[in-house]
């Protein structure tokens, strides 16, 4: 929710640019921060949602870990200060190069999605006289019940070690003198809004950590990934219900005392912790259409292309003014699905008015692209 005094110091701010309330930021951190705590969890943060040095500074120094999926996310993380024993590394296509530097850098495991990785990430570590800690991240064929380019823990998806695979993991894991199994790794999708899906990751949790067991391995780590959604319909009501999420694993995970539960939160932490503020340009009026042109577009904010995604629209230089109008609300690329939405009601608008897009603080600036040459926008942050 924008105040006055907000619209006020952006009156003379050059737009589009990302606006970041580390206050809602911090309280969302501590909120996640004290419900995990409850039951001794361990939180790692997904760089990939945001890794903003600010953003990721404050989380940071809230002690969480980090996940990441690239060695520049490895190497951002380590640079700005995490602990190199908490950052795990997933991902379908590690290179040779990024293995070697994730070695060097000593991380807690690698989140290993094939075979044939454990047998690379083996010899990379016996050429280097290492041992590679490893968790195998197990497609479960949970279905997530989000948007389906969303999807990671189905069948069809490119993610993880199916379980028709895992006898061949178990092999590989028996042959391999540099490596040191750790535990299980899932990560089942993004955006997830009902509790029940993850309710259903904890049967098969339960299921594989219990199979692996009986194949004579110790299953020390339970990394259960993220997913968890935020409202993007309701961007006011900011923190998710941490607390009930991690009930659900509470309830239905069984660990054991020797056993550690994982998550990888990414979206939940970061993303109605920022904006993206914009101009208009220019107001057409159709015959079948109105639109509002604005300065920011996919460039800035690429999830309504990519999956058709609802952000709330504010239109805060007519706040309080009632709808007068429909527009489809688009941007200066030229690409007919820079589009943020269509036939949304607003008060009458005009040349000038500053426009906010909500929700914005995940896959958005990290998201951003060079596409029609266009710079990059700027970040802002809250006083406090
Ligand atoms: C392996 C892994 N962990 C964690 C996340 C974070 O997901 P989210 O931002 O939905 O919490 C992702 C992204 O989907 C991921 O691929
Ligand atoms: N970029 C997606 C999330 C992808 C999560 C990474 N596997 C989004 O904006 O919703």
Same mark, same amino acid.
């Given at each position: 929710?924008?105040?006055? *005094?907000?619209?006020?110091r ?14 809602l930021?911090?309280?969302t951190?501590?909120?996640? &921060?004290? /419900?995990?705590?409850m ?21 940071k120094? *809230?002690?969480?870990g980090?996940?990441?999926v ?5 190497q951002?993380?380590v ?6 024993? *908490? ?15 994730a ?7 690698f $989140? ?5 990785? =454990?047998?690379?990430?083996?010899? =990379? ?9 490893? &968790?195998?991240?197990?497609?479960? $064929? ?6 389906? $380019? ?12 199916n379980?028709?695979d895992?006898? /061949?993991?178990v092999?590989?894991l028996?042959? /391999?003198?540099n490596?040191?199994?750790v535990?299980?790794?899932?990560h ?12 259903n ?11 692996f067991?009986?194949?004579?391995f ?9 997913? =968890? ?11 998710p ?6 009930q659900?694993?509470?309830e239905?995970l069984?660990?054991k ?27 057409? $009026?159709?015959?079948?259409?109105n ?6 577009g ?6 309504p &292309? ?12 007519k706040?309080?003014?009632?709808a &007068? =109008? ?12 820079d589009c ?36 990059r926008?700027?970040?802002l942050y809250?006083e406090?």
């Amino acid at each position: 929710m924008f105040t006055g *005094k907000d619209i006020e110091r952006f009156a003379n701010i050059e737009t589009p640019f990302y606006y970041y309330d580390l206050t809602l930021l911090q309280q969302t951190l501590s909120a996640c &921060a004290s /419900a995990a705590a409850m039951y001794n969890y361990h939180v790692h943060y997904a760089l990939k949602a945001n890794f903003n040095p600010v953003v990721l500074n404050a989380i940071k120094e *809230k002690g969480f870990g980090a996940d990441c999926v690239s060695i520049g996310e490895v190497q951002r993380a380590v640079e700005l200060g995490f602990r190199a024993g *908490k950052i795990v590394f997933a991902g379908v296509g590690k290179s040779d190069r990024e293995i070697n530097q994730a070695l060097d850098a000593d991380i807690f495991c690698f $989140n290993v999605e094939s075979v044939q990785e =454990l047998g690379i990430i083996n010899d =990379l570590a016996a050429s280097r006289g290492k041992k590679a800690r490893v &968790a195998i991240r197990i497609n479960p $064929n949970v279905d997530a019940h989000t948007h389906h $380019n969303i999807t990671t823990g189905l069948d069809e998806n490119k993610f993880g070690v199916n379980s028709w695979d895992l006898p /061949a993991c178990v092999q590989a894991l028996k042959d /391999a003198e540099n490596l040191e199994f750790v535990g299980i790794h899932f990560h089942i999708g993004s955006q997830i809004t009902s509790l029940e899906v993850f309710r259903n990751l904890c049967t098969r949790v339960n299921e594989f950590a219990a199979w692996f067991e009986d194949k004579g391995f110790v299953v020390r780590v339970l990394n259960v990934g993220g997913g =968890l959604g935020i409202d993007y319909h309701n961007p006011d009501a900011q923190i998710p219900d941490f607390s009930s999420y991690f009930q659900v694993f509470n309830e239905f995970l069984e660990v054991k005392s020797y056993q550690e539960v994982h998550f990888e939160l990414g979206r939940a932490l970061v993303g109605q912790c920022a904006s993206l503020l914009s101009r208009v340009l220019y107001v057409k $009026n159709g015959k079948k259409k109105n639109f509002v042109v604005l300065d920011a577009g996919m460039t800035e904010l690429m999830r309504p &292309a990519l999956y058709q995604a609802y952000h709330q629209i504010e239109n805060l230089s007519k706040a309080g003014k009632a709808a &007068a =109008l429909r527009y489809d609300v688009v941007g200066p690329i030229c690409e007919s699905t820079d589009c943020f939405a269509k036939e949304l009601e607003l008060p009458e608008t005009a040349r000038g008015d500053l426009f906010a897009i909500r929700s914005a603080g995940a896959y958005g600036e990290v998201l951003a692209s060079g596409y029609n040459l266009r710079e990059r926008a700027p970040a802002l942050y809250s006083e406090s």
